[in-house]
């Protein structure tokens, strides 16, 4: 799968990680992909279920390793 961007939200909170996945997405053209990083739990499912609830679509969910993890999203168009 093709990234068009991606973004590093270690360290971030929620609703920060929300926030600031919203305005990648919002710099992006419809049907590119974002890749964001976390490594705050919450964040896990707080980004996907917002983005989804945006009409974006949640591409991939997955742990890359012991503390962080990968939310890919295509940009909804």
Request: proline share 5%; with cysteine.
């Amino acid at each position: 799968m093709k990234v068009d961007q991606e973004l590093d939200l270690k360290g971030e909170v929620c609703p920060y990680t929300f926030v600031k996945t919203k305005l990648a997405l919002e710099m992006m053209e419809p049907g590119q992909v974002l890749q964001v990083i976390v490594d705050h739990l919450p964040a896990v499912e707080n980004v996907p279920r917002s983005v989804t609830n945006e009409g974006h679509e949640v591409l991939n969910v997955g742990q890359v390793n012991d503390t962080d993890w990968e939310i890919v999203i295509r940009k909804a168009g």
